[in-house]
């Protein structure tokens, strides 16, 4: 029972305080594996992997993820739950309130000032996933090689992440990892 609290505090808070979307979360899933060892970066990338290319909103797929392997089901739901609460009961409130606000000159700067907090954020998750693939992989060139490949493709021909994932899939099996 207190494994499931201790589940459902964590990603309350990881709910609460991920602003900037799904992959905002993943500094805190880094801090989380440093801090509870449910899983190990290794781990959180594969799981990052497999809620990229499941349907969903990526925060609630690793919440169902991580929660699932630690304590099952109920951990998965408990997990799930947990992580939605905060952005549930704010996008009411902002639903409620945002017409009211609409044309006020602050609004927009929150908005704008959050911007490159949040790019940090998933710029620091980039970082650590880097690090986490170049001190694990044996083959790193292949490793760096589809990474600039995938980044390139991304950049120059705007492909679809659906694209995108089935290349490195494919790619993954031929290229020697």
């Known amino acids: 029972m207190r494994l499931l609290w201790e589940l459902f505090v964590e990603f309350f808070l990881i709910g609460s305080f991920s602003v900037g979307g799904g992959l905002a979360t993943v500094p805190y899933l880094i801090n989380l594996s440093e801090r509870q060892q449910w899983y190990t ?13 499941t349907p969903g909103p990526i925060a609630i797929n690793l919440a169902t993820y991580v929660g699932y ?11 799930s739950v947990a992580v939605m609460i905060t952005g549930v009961v704010f996008m009411i409130i902002v639903g409620r309130s945002l017409m009211k606000f609409k044309r006020s000159s602050w ?19 980039a970082y650590t996933m880097m690090v986490s693939i170049v001190n ?26 659906i694209t995108l994932i089935v290349f490195a899939a494919i790619a993954s099996l031929v290229i020697p990892f």
Do not use: W
Request: net charge neutral.
């Open 107 to 125: 609004l927009p700067k929150v908005f704008y000032g959050l911007r490159p907090t949040i790019a940090a954020l998933i710029a620091f998750a």
């Open 136 to 161: 694990q992989e044996m083959v790193i060139i292949s490793t760096i090689s589809l990474f600039v490949i995938s980044l390139i493709l991304i950049i120059k021909t705007k492909l679809s992440p």
């Open 69 to 79: 392997q630690v304590s099952g089901v109920i951990g998965s739901i408990i997990a």
């Open 41 to 53: 970066i290794g781990e959180l990338m594969d799981m990052i992997a497999v809620s990229e290319s």
